[in-house]
T-cell receptor, first 115, second 115 residues
Framework: GAGVSQTPSNKVTEKGKYVELRCDPISGHTALYWYRQSLGQGPEFLIYFQGTGAADDSGLPNDRFFAVRPEGSVSTLKIQRTERGDSAVYLC?????????????FGAGSRLTVL | AQSVTQPDIHITVSEGASLELRCNYSYGATPYLFWYVQSPGQGLQLLLKYFSGDTLVQGIKGFEAEFKRSQSSFNLRKPSVHWSDAAEYFCAVGAGNSGNTPLVFGKGTRLSVIA
């Protein structure tokens, strides 16, 4: 596609529910990143994929958070047993193949609200 | 590990006035440095980047930034601010020896523009 697409743009859920957030990167971008942006903060790294595999998941806050990218394109961020503290904007970004530096293109984000 | 400090949480400038947003980074080697802008409800848009070479880099929308290694700084400047520049600005640093290392972002500076 022309840009990084994220769905849903807004998600309201209740505490304890399961949530999936989807990211469709720019076609051909092999590297895909998830960030979380809490109110008044900068984006914080969660996980990144190189192809289908998670190359670095050191930013995932706990084992309630999980992400997959089974075919090396679309990625899904999964949050189990959501808590109010999970409320944030979840940003996805992708990077051109072969780029020597991390010039990321970001999507508009998925705003998650946990009641 | 890299880190970024943006000392100013909120800045207000008059339309037509000059602007400088401060950014200090911490990284033991040559960094990749970026400025992104985020308008309300939008994703992050890349303004400019520094990889190597000329320490004064030009970006979009009339912005520029200067890399000063001795001060570990990468301040963003614009000679004449327009009302449409009101937004949140984020400085980010990446590891210069690895194209895929996730970017680390500062907490951002919110720019307000008054008439």
């Amino acid at each position: 596609g022309a840009g990084v697409s994220q769905t849903p743009s807004n998600k309201v859920t209740e505490k304890g529910k399961y949530v999936e957030l989807r990211c469709d990167p720019i076609s051909g971008h092999t590297a895909l990143y998830w960030y979380r942006q809490s109110l008044g903060q900068g984006p914080e790294f969660l996980i990144y994929f190189q192809g289908t595999g998670a190359a670095d998941d050191s930013g995932l806050p706990n084992d309630r958070f999980f992400a997959v990218r089974p075919e090396g394109s679309v990625s899904t961020l999964k949050i189990q047993r959501t808590e109010r503290g999970d409320s944030a904007v979840y940003l996805c970004a992708s990077k051109p193949t072969g780029s020597g530096a991390n010039v990321l293109t970001f999507g508009a984000g998925s705003r998650l609200t946990v009641l | 590990a890299q880190s970024v400090t943006q000392p100013d949480i909120h800045i207000t400038v008059s339309e037509g006035a000059s602007l400088e947003l401060r950014c200090n980074y911490s990284y033991g080697a040559t960094p990749y440095l970026f400025w992104y802008v985020q308008s309300p409800g939008q994703g992050l848009q890349l303004l400019l980047k520094y990889f190597s070479g000329d320490t004064l880099v030009q970006g979009i929308k009339g912005f520029e930034a200067e890399f000063k290694r001795s001060q570990s700084s990468f301040n963003l400047r614009k000679p004449s601010v327009h009302w449409s520049d009101a937004a949140e600005y984020f400085c980010a640093v990446g590891a210069g020896n690895s194209g895929n290392t996730p970017l680390v972002f500062g907490k951002g500076t919110r720019l307000s523009v008054i008439a």
